[in-house]
């Protein structure tokens, strides 16, 4: 049996491509460069010997490869010294600044029954001089992979306030330690870069062509590791680079906890936090007083939505900000209704020049965005109450020339719409004096925002206007779908159509008598 059983092929020591960076020293290879590399034996084989090579391959390639005894990697390159003035090491010479030689054998247990394999990947990385390394540090990291790197005592201890104080006491009197194991390791990769940097005089630089969610890995291994100098040229780094998309957030997490400690993080906090004077809402009073003011149409438009949307997607303030903001916008609120009144009255007068009817638009629209933040904010209560209450102005529209006015009444039907759907709870008695005051200006002004506003929607204010009037109690109901009827019959297009409304009423009154039928 044993003559018949398949010759193994001699274990062969792999290169597993690893990553360069640009300051001169080479990092650990990520688990997946090294997984894809264990996969693919044959990618790294040696060129040579003929076809009993290949028909070797093609067999070892439809079984799986058994194990084997356990091999050691022994020959481990040297780093180039990333060393300056400090002269902690002097950089070698030409031959020996050859990028660290990373090897990898899986570590090859006993064949067994049912053809069960344990493999362990090891890495083998050296800094530095290594005929002067006097220190291997072992990793043990996640999915089975080990990293042995050869380094130098002084070099970890002078760095890191971690290996200071894991070598302090080491021997005890008798030989010093010549390795130390570190197990679970989170983030290998990170952490033999990690070890890279303290070779280097200043890391600042060497962090200069790394990304922000890589620089923040190193952060959390340096402080893990004690190496504060790290730490703050990570701090530096980020403090200098923008922050894009979701990175704010990993930035702002990451640093919160060192406030803490002698690192200085308010820098960086400053970029999310301020300690102005000038509180969110006199800032916000601000952009609203030059959005209101604006003249020129796109701008306005564009900065309108901007704002809009902002307010629209902003936490709610439970701290009685929003009481403030509240009042905010019905300051300017009262300021457009003013305005407009002021505009109205000059219009009303025979010869009013042109520019009045451009500034009663401005006015109108800049009412219709404040409406829509109220609406919003769910704080437009008020607001109705105020519209049902501009009596003057509405007696004023009907001196005006429709082309003039007829978009102040897109106001009044944006309220009847909010009603309807519920966005805002007027009150019974406003609800009636709204449609009392504003409902007749609104059929007077049908047609020209039907032809004129781009915005209107007929159904969706039909359905507003009925809705508003089937709040009311039934008499009050009859009375104005009445009126409403009276007007239908001459305009018919040009007046709302609330037929459904209509019937809902005409079922209420005659179909089915609730309160008859109780009685």
Request: hydrophobic content about 35%; some cysteine; aromatic content about 6%.
């Amino acid at each position: 049996m044993e003559e018949s059983r398949p010759r193994r092929a001699p274990a062969r020591v792999r290169a597993v491509p690893i990553a360069v960076t640009p300051e001169g020293f080479w990092c650990c290879p990520s688990p997946a460069a090294l997984h894809k590399s264990l996969k693919n034996p044959h990618h790294h084989h040696h060129p040579g010997g003929g076809g009993n090579n290949s028909h070797s391959g093609k067999q070892q390639q439809q079984r799986k490869i058994p194990s084997a005894p356990p091999s050691v990697v022994s020959s481990v390159q040297n780093a180039p010294s990333l060393t300056g003035e400090s002269g902690r090491r002097e950089a070698p010479d030409e031959q020996n600044a050859a990028p660290a030689a990373v090897d990898a054998v899986p570590d090859k247990r006993q064949e067994q029954a049912g053809d069960r394999e344990a493999q362990q990947h090891k890495i083998c990385v050296g800094f530095g001089q290594p005929e002067t390394s006097d220190l291997t540090v072992m990793l043990f990291g996640k999915e089975g992979i080990a990293v042995r790197m050869t380094v130098h005592r002084d070099v970890l201890c002078g760095s890191s306030t971690f290996f200071a104080e894991k070598l302090a006491d080491d021997g005890h009197g008798g030989s010093p330690l010549r390795c130390v194991e570190i197990h679970d390791c989170d983030d290998a990769e990170i952490y033999v870069e990690t070890v890279g940097l303290m070779y280097c005089d200043e890391a600042k630089h060497k962090l200069l062509k790394q990304n922000v969610s890589r620089v923040l890995r190193i952060m959390k291994v340096a402080e893990s590791l004690g190496f504060h100098a790290c730490v703050k040229s990570c701090l530096d780094y980020l403090e200098a680079v923008p922050w894009v998309g979701e990175e704010e957030d990993s930035v702002v997490s990451s640093i919160r906890h060192l406030q803490s400690k002698a690192y200085g993080v308010s820098p960086l906090l400053k970029r999310v936090t301020s300690d102005s004077l000038y509180s969110p809402t006199d800032t916000l009073s601000h952009i609203v007083e030059m959005v209101l003011k604006s003249s020129d149409d796109r701008g306005r438009r564009e900065m309108k939505a901007l704002v809009l949307n902002l307010i629209k997607d902003s936490s709610r303030c439970t701290d009685g900000t929003s009481d403030i903001c509240s009042e905010l916008f019905y300051s300017s609120c009262r300021g457009c209704l003013e305005r407009l009144q002021l505009l109205f009255a000059e219009a009303s007068e025979a010869g009013f020049p042109s520019q009045v009817t451009r500034q009663i638009t401005l006015e109108t629209d800049n009412l219709l965005w404040l409406v829509e933040i109220l609406v919003n904010q769910r704080i437009c209560d008020d607001f109705v109450v105020m519209w049902a209450s501009q009596s003057e102005l509405a007696s004023l529209h009907a001196n005006l020339p429709v082309a003039s006015r007829h978009t102040i009444s897109s106001i009044t039907a944006r309220l009847f719409v909010g009603i309807g759907r519920g966005e805002m709870l007027p009150t019974k008695d406003t609800r009636l004096l709204l449609l009392q005051t504003w409902l007749q200006a609104l059929i007077d002004d049908y047609l020209w925002l039907q032809c004129s506003c781009r915005s209107f929607d007929r159904k969706l204010v039909e359905e507003g206007i009925g809705q508003t009037i089937l709040t009311l109690p039934l008499e009050d109901q009859r009375s104005i779908l009445l009126s409403w009827l009276g007007r239908f019959l001459k305009l018919g297009d040009n007046c709302p159509n609330l037929q459904r409304a209509f019937e809902v009423w005409w079922r209420r009154t005659f179909v089915r008598p609730y309160v008859n039928q109780a009685r």
